[in-house]
């Protein structure tokens, strides 16, 4: 079974630049996350999809952090424009359900640097 | 939310068991008890999952206490590939499988 999948791998980018990254969850997986995890840190929840509706997003910077997960598959988060905290490996993750009985699987993470 | 409280760091030989730790005093009778684990360089990963009764899987084993306060994860025979943060997590109530990540256990395993 093929795992969840993010590109890129790796991203440098200026400050006030901008910066997409994609996520391929697990087929079938109605459930979708993404994380950030700065240096030394627990990933922290940023956003949680529930097929293609937003089940939380309390902690997205939404002035300048957006995702949607179009067709309740795939899905983009956008950072626009970036600041340096924003450095930080964002992983996306996807479960089969949101359900408490449901694992996480996490993919490889994409590392971002800020300059 | 339930806190947990696991020590920063601990260290272990190859090839013996590894008793980790984890404290949640405000834990409620819904709350499940989540353990991840995320090695060098990749995000984490599953390990296991418990309410009120032991778990083994073949990864490790979940042992709760009686009052649910504390648990323990335990890896039967350390490896060098055991050597990760662990994470223990309790979603928020109604929550589902919702993870706060906290900064969990450094487990270094010495060969």
């Known amino acids: 079974e093929a795992g969840v999948a993010q590109s890129p791998r790796y991203k440098i980018i200026e400050k006030r630049q901008s910066v997409a990254f994609w996520c391929n969850p697990i087929?079938?997986?109605?459930?979708l996350y993404w994380y950030q995890q700065i240096l030394g840190q627990g990933p922290k929840l940023l956003i949680q999809?529930?097929?293609?509706?937003?089940?939380?997003d309390s902690q997205l910077p939404k002035d300048r952090f957006s995702a949607e997960r179009l067709k309740g598959v795939d899905s983009t988060l956008k950072i626009q424009p970036a600041k340096l905290e924003d450095s930080a490996v964002y992983l996306c993750?996807?479960?089969?359900?949101?359900?408490?009985?449901?694992?996480?699987?996490f993919g490889p993470g994409t590392r971002l640097t800020v300059t | 939310d339930a806190k947990t409280t696991q020590p920063n760091s601990m260290e272990s030989n190859e090839e013996e068991p590894v008793h980790l730790p984890c404290n949640h005093s405000?834990?409620?009778?819904?709350?499940?008890i989540h353990w991840y684990r995320q090695l060098p360089s990749q995000g984490p990963e599953y390990v296991i999952h418990?309410?009120?009764s032991n778990v083994n899987n073949r990864m490790a084993s979940l042992a709760i206490a009686e009052d649910r306060k504390s648990s323990t994860l335990i890896l039967h025979r350390a490896t060098l590939r055991d050597a990760a943060v662990y994470y223990c997590i309790l979603p928020p109530p109604g929550a589902g499988n919702m993870l706060t990540f906290g900064g969990g256990t450094r487990l270094m395993v010495k060969p």
């Open positions: 999809f529930q097929n293609n509706g937003v089940v939380d």
């Open positions: 087929s079938g997986h109605a459930t």
């Open positions: 418990g309410l009120t």
């Open positions: 993750a996807s479960s089969y359900t949101s359900g408490a009985f449901y694992e996480q699987y």
């Open positions: 405000t834990i409620s009778g819904t709350d499940y």
